[in-house]
């Protein structure tokens, strides 16, 4: 199975910080990574297609950026909905896989 | 408008079956793949299996002995069958298109 590692697991961070997560891959997936936000007791909402595509109706303080195995979420200037888990996804390969997600909370 | 709504039982005993349906409506099931994706409480995301628009499946590795997904294409309706369910399967289960449209998701708790 492809392991997605995902970091931070939890940060804090205050409003206008520029923000970065990250998921590394443990095999080639190329550009099959999805970016989800997700706010308590709500389903994943994508932010990224095929990590660097903003998804329809994502603020563009959102981008996506890839690094060989490296895939990289950047919110620009944090604004106070922005709080919420963030999951990445592997759909290369199955099984698909997530990352173990990383909380963002308000400092 | 496109719309995904898992139902089923909230509890279910150890060892029993669990049955989930996602009915959906504003797609059709012989033109997108329909996903099943669980939440264990407080913890992160996985992938469980989906059928795709030509009625084949796919399931996560760990979960394929117990697992099967189906279809009613003439009642938008997709179904989950778990077996031999123990207390690590709680979680919401959601169902989503494609990972662009979600459900709402269904708890499911087993417990005695």
């Known amino acids: 199975d492809i392991q997605m590692t995902q970091s931070p697991s939890s940060m804090s961070a205050s409003l206008g910080d520029r923000v970065t997560i990250n998921c590394q891959a443990s095999q080639d997936i190329g550009k099959n990574l999805i970016w989800f936000q997700q706010k ?8 990224i297609y095929f990590a660097t595509t903003l998804a329809n109706g994502v603020p563009s303080r959102f ?7 490296d895939y990289s979420l950047t919110i620009r200037s944090l604004e106070s909905e ?3 888990d963030y999951h990445c996804l592997q759909y290369k390969q199955y099984p698909y896989t997530f990352g173990a997600g990383t909380k963002l909370e308000l400092k | ?13 150890p060892s029993q079956t669990l049955s989930l349906t996602c009915t959906v409506s504003g797609f059709s099931l012989t033109s ?10 407080g913890k992160g995301l996985e992938w469980v299996g989906a059928i795709w628009s030509g009625g084949s499946t ?9 697992l099967s997904i189906s279809r009613d294409t003439s009642k938008s309706q997709v179904f989950l069958k778990m ?5 690590e399967d709680t979680a919401v289960y959601f169902c989503t298109k494609y990972f662009d449209y979600w459900g709402q998701g269904v708890m499911v708790t087993v417990s005695s």
């Open chain 2, 1 to 13: 408008q496109v719309q995904l709504k898992e139902s089923g039982p909230g509890l279910v005993q």
């Open chain 1, 63 to 69: 981008s996506g950026s890839r690094s060989g195995s």
């Open chain 2, 58 to 66: 796919e399931y996560h590795s760990a979960l394929k002995s117990r």
């Open chain 1, 82 to 84: 922005d709080m919420a």
């Open chain 1, 40 to 47: 308590p007791g709500k389903s994943p909402r994508p932010m």
């Open chain 2, 32 to 41: 997108n793949s329909v996903h099943w994706v669980r939440q264990p409480p």
């Open chain 2, 83 to 87: 077996n031999s369910l123990q207390t």
